[in-house]
């Protein structure tokens, strides 16, 4: 079983960017495609953005497209969401996840490690 730690979450202004970055340790996360969801208040959890084992594929949800960027480090096991162009619909706990199969999947079923979260606010 693995541990996911996520960080670089805060309160940011609407139109701002924040870099969250995600560490894995525990079981070999860079077999496994890695991905970030996360749950607004008073919503269920969402799928955000997934990545390859390799890095070199990666799924995104419509409404982030264009503005997140999901990137990892395999020799350090961390995987980061670079957001830019936030907007308060972002505003969310956002979690690192790390999957069960070796190609981004939006499918929270196929993760089977999670962090505890990180939470980012965007104020209008």
């Known amino acids: 079983q693995g541990h996911l730690v996520e960080s670089g979450g805060g309160l940011v202004q609407a139109g701002g960017s924040l870099r969250l970055s995600c560490a894995a340790s525990?079981?070999?996360?860079?077999?496994?495609?890695m991905g970030w969801f996360r749950q607004a208040p008073g919503k269920e959890r969402e799928f955000v953005a997934a990545i390859s084992w390799s890095g070199d594929s990666t799924d995104y949800a419509d409404s982030v497209k264009g503005r997140f960027t999901i990137s990892r480090d395999v020799s350090k096991n961390t995987v980061d969401l670079q957001m830019n162009s936030l907007q308060p619909e972002d505003t969310a706990v956002y979690y690192c996840?790390?999957?069960?199969?070796?190609?981004?999947?939006?499918?929270?079923?196929?993760?089977?490690?999670w962090g505890q979260g990180t939470r980012v606010t965007v104020s209008s």
């Open positions: 525990g079981r070999t996360f860079s077999n496994y495609a």
């Open positions: 996840a790390a999957s069960v199969r070796y190609s981004p999947t939006p499918y929270a079923g196929l993760y089977l490690d």
